[in-house]
């Protein structure tokens, strides 16, 4: 704010009028990372850390190791993945998941 006021006062208009236009991209960035973090906030999970589960389709098992509010992978891995084919897309609650190898635990007890 301070270099706008300088410009102002200097009467350089053009580089004032650049300045304004950066603050005003700022705001309108500010404002809307702000609403995202509303959304992100009120995201509903619903499974937590170190909950072990079953993925219904695939039927693997494992323990939730991490998760986001929305799908962060690329578009090319979306693409491939069919994330938009899913009934929410990619606006929904996406984990990661540590994959349990159940007959390899089954497998190593006994052996100690």
Do not use: W
Request: with cysteine.
């Amino acid at each position: 704010m301070v270099n706008l006021q300088k410009a102002v006062e200097a009467e350089n208009y053009a580089l004032a009028a650049e300045l304004r236009d950066e603050i005003n991209k700022l705001e309108a960035e500010s404002l809307a990372a702000s609403a995202n973090a509303l959304v992100y906030e009120n995201i509903q999970y619903a499974f937590r850390l170190g909950q072990k589960g079953r993925h219904k389709v695939f039927v693997y098992s494992g323990v939730i190791c991490g998760m986001d509010p929305v799908c962060c992978i690329s578009s090319s891995l979306r693409e491939s993945a069919c994330i938009d084919k899913l009934t929410r897309g990619s606006n929904q609650p996406f984990y990661q998941v540590y994959h349990i190898l159940m007959h390899s635990l089954r497998q190593d007890e006994g052996h100690g």
